[in-house]
Each structure stands twice: as structure tokens, then as C-alpha cells.
């Protein structure tokens, strides 16, 4: 499918989701991310050609600036509502991919980008991105999901700080306070996500699905429950191939060969 506000390319078992809106810094318009959503799909379609995507934005500027503010000015509370919608939607099926997902944030990383960004199941940086909730700027509050993402990355205090104060945080504090979990240099940025997704992919894929959707899935229970949901979820990898050859391969000590069975 031939996609207007993003670019969607897959090469040896990765695919990059770029958001193309690079003279309005990427920002979110609804049209974007209906796209969005249509990408993903394609990725859920395609899981044997696709073992990890890698989501970023186009150009050296910006990731994504947010939602797209001339779309919204003019909206209504039941525009707004379906906007957002439209966001949780595209958003919650990154989460929902069994895929790996690594967002690879190449600039200005604020509001619904920073909202995309934490749907993501990690965070690589550049070395000169910036991130914020800028909402409150605006007379708004974080709307894709802001509120909850943010504040399950950070803690409820450095999120009602971005939150509240609306400014902008560098790549080290995003580092430190857990937003990002690699930083590198501008150039290094695509090479270091990518570097990410082959260790991965050298893994038992079916584990790495499961061990994604058991950590996002019990993260909101209570401990007792999310164990009880670890240890199903858990005792069913051994129903796969992949479990039977790992274990195989370790004591015959060579590399697995993984069938993702
Ligand atoms: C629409 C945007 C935009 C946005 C940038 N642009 N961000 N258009 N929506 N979010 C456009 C600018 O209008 C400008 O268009 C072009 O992109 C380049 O941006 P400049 O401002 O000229 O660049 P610069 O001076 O370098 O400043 C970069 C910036 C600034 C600091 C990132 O653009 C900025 O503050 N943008 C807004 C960030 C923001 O508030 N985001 C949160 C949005 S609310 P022209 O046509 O002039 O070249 C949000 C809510 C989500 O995300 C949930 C709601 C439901």
C-alpha cells in the first residue's frame, strides 16, 4: 500500500515505520495517524517477514512534534474525542504487535510524539533529541495517552513535572529519568536500533512475543495474579520447538537455531 504520511520498508526480517511529515516536524494529523494504524496492520499481517520494527521520523529535526496543532484549533470536545481515539487506537496496536517494537527518536521528541514514542517497547535516542509533554502550552493535557504512558515510564513525580511545566528535557535526563534505554550519536542512531533488533532477532521469537505481552499485559495487576499469568504463560513455552532446540543446543554447546515453532 502506498502510504502519504508515512513510509513503510521492511529489509532482512526489520521494518521501519517512518513518519513522513518532515515540513510540520512530523507532527500527528489524523490522516497520519489512520496511516499509522494501516501500517501497523500490514507489520501484524506479516510476522513471518517481520520479526521487529523500528519506528522513527523523517528528517534531522524532529521524531514527531506532536499532534498537529492547525488540525486541532478549531475542534470541537467530540472532534477532540475522536482524535484521540484514533491515537489509542493506532497506538494500542503497536503494544498489541507480538513484534518487537524500538522506536528510534532522531530530534524533537513532544507531546503525541513523546505519546508514540512510550508505546514503544523501548526507546532508542539520539544524542540531541528533546522530549516533553508541551499540552498545558496549549490550554490542553497530554491526549494520547500521556498521562498513563509517561507516568508508568517515569514515576507519577518526573511526570507531573514534564506534565505541568510543559518544558522540554534533554537526551541525558531522558536517559536518566527512563524515558530512553540507549542513547547514540545522531549518525549512529538507525545502526544502533538496528543493532538492537538482529540481537533479538537471534532469539527464540515466539519468547520474545510472549515475554512482551506477559510484561505489558500483568503490568496493572496485582503481583500475586500477574505471577500466576507469568508461570501459564511461561509453562507454555514448552509446548514449542523453540524451547526443546534452545535447551538442546545449549548442552550440545552450539548456537540455537530457532524455528519461531
Ligand atoms: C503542527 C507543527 C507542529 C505541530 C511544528 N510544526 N510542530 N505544526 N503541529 N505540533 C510546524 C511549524 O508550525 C512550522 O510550520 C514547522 O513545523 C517548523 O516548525 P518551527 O516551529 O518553525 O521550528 P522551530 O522554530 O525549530 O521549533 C521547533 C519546535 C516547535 C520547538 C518543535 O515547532 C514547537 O514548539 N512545536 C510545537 C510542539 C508542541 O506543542 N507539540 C505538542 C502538540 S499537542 P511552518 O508552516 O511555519 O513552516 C499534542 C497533544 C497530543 O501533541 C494529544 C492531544 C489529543
Redesign the pocket.
Known amino acids: 500500500k502506498d502510504f502519504k504520511n508515512v513510509l513503510l520498508e521492511a529489509e532482512d526480517g526489520i521494518a521501519t515505520l517512518t513518519i513522513n511529515r518532515p ?3 512530523n ?1 500527528l494529523n489524523s490522516d497520519t495517524l489512520t496511516e499509522i494504524g494501516e501500517a501497523l496492520d500490514v507489520v501484524k499481517n506479516n510476522e513471518d517477514a517481520v520479526k521487529v520494527l523500528i519506528i522513527t521520523g523523517s528528517g534531522e ?2 521524531f514527531v ?6 488540525q ?1 484549533r478549531d475542534m470541537n470536545p467530540i472532534e ?1 474525542s475522536e ?2 481515539k484514533l ?1 489509542h487506537n493506532s497506538f494500542g496496536k503497536i503494544e498489541d504487535l507480538k513484534q518487537f517494537t524500538i522506536a528510534a527518536v532522531n530530534g ?1 521528541c ?4 513523546l ?1 508514540l514514542a512510550s508505546s514503544c517497547d523501548i526507546r532508542v535516542i539520539s544524542s540531541k533529541a528533546k522530549f516533553g509533554q ?2 498545558v ?2 490550554g ?1 493535557i ?3 495517552g ?1 498521562t498513563q504512558r509517561l507516568t508508568r515510564l517515569v514515576g507519577r513525580g518526573k511526570a507531573k513535572e514534564m506534565i505541568a511545566t510543559g518544558t522540554m528535557i534533554d537526551a541525558k535526563e531522558a536517559y536518566r529519568v527512563g524515558i530512553a534505554e540507549e542513547v547514540a550519536e545522531p549518525e549512529e542512531l538507525i545502526n544502533k536500533a538496528t543493532e538492537i533488533a538482529k540481537t533479538i532477532m537471534k532469539n527464540g521469537l515466539i519468547g520474545v512475543g510472549m515475554a512482551k505481552y506477559v510484561i505489558d499485559r500483568a503490568a496493572d495487576l496485582p503481583l500475586d495474579t500477574a505471577i500466576d499469568f507469568e508461570t501459564q504463560m511461561w509453562s507454555q513455552t514448552f509446548a514449542t520447538e523453540d524451547q526443546t532446540e534452545g535447551m538442546t543446543a545449549f548442552l550440545e554447546k552450539r548456537h540455537a537455531n530457532f524455528t519461531n515453532k
Open positions: 515540513k510540520s516536524l507532527a529535526k524532529a512534534a506532536g499532534a498537529d496543532i492547525s486541532m477532540a482524535l484521540s491515537a524533537y513532544l507531546g503525541g510524539g505519546e508541551p499540552e502550552t496549549l490542553i497530554p491526549g494520547f500521556g
